[in-house]
């Protein structure tokens, strides 16, 4: 299994900043070997991680 992560700092974005997100989401989801995705937050950090899961690294 193979990943890609994306953190970024909790806060208030703008639209870009969420069709940006979106549109990641939406070719991640598209690439054929792709296992899913999940989220996790670290309120002490202030942190947001989105981590994309594939079956092999040519998926990736």
Request: charged share 20%.
């Amino acid at each position: 299994m193979y990943s890609a992560t994306f953190t970024f700092a909790k806060g208030e974005y703008d639209d870009a900043f969420h069709q940006r997100d979106q549109a990641i989401a939406e070719v991640a989801k598209s690439i054929p070997g792709y296992l899913g995705e999940e989220a996790w937050e670290n309120p002490g950090a202030g942190l947001i991680s989105t981590v994309y899961y594939w079956d092999s690294l040519e998926a990736l």
